[in-house]
């Protein structure tokens, strides 16, 4: 009896992880149909982001795809900076640890939009990919 509440924990464990291998494996998923209409994609556990046409289309991911999905131009944008714990990244080292993000301001300065990455060189590469088209 006592081995049986010893294992009982981790069974509770075993099936906490297959749900949640279930469930990103249900993002992923969502994420591979809705990345098909973009020329380039990208999908983490932050966001989805999407690029077609200088049009830039991001989101959250979740197991019925992305929600909270914003689209903009970059056309309309007049920089793109990659932000390290909100801190500017100058010059081409990167640091190692930090969150990562994106930031894109607008023409006329005065709003941004900022999409998260999980990993800085990640985020670099593209900042670097999208800074050709504005």
């Known amino acids: 009896m006592e081995r049986g509440l010893l294992w009982l924990p981790l069974l509770g464990v075993f099936f906490w992880l297959a749900w949640n291998g279930w469930n ?7 994420y ?9 994609a990208k999908y983490d556990i932050y966001s989805v982001i999407g690029y077609k046409d200088k049009q830039i289309t991001w989101g959250k991911p979740t197991r019925q795809g992305p929600v909270n999905v914003q689209t903009f131009s970059l056309t309309d944008i007049q920089a793109i900076r990659l932000l390290v714990n909100d801190q500017p990244v100058e ?3 990167l640091p190692s640890k930090g969150s990562a993000t994106l930031e894109f301001v607008s023409g006329n300065g005065d709003t941004s939009i900022i999409i998260p990455f999980t990993e800085i060189p990640l985020a670099a ?3 670097q990919f999208l800074q050709q088209f504005t």
Do not use: I
């Open 32 to 40: 591979r149909l809705w990345a098909e209409q973009f020329d380039n």
């Open 125 to 127: 590469k593209w900042a």
């Open 91 to 93: 010059g081409g080292t």
């Open 24 to 30: 990103e494996y249900q993002k992923v998923e969502s």
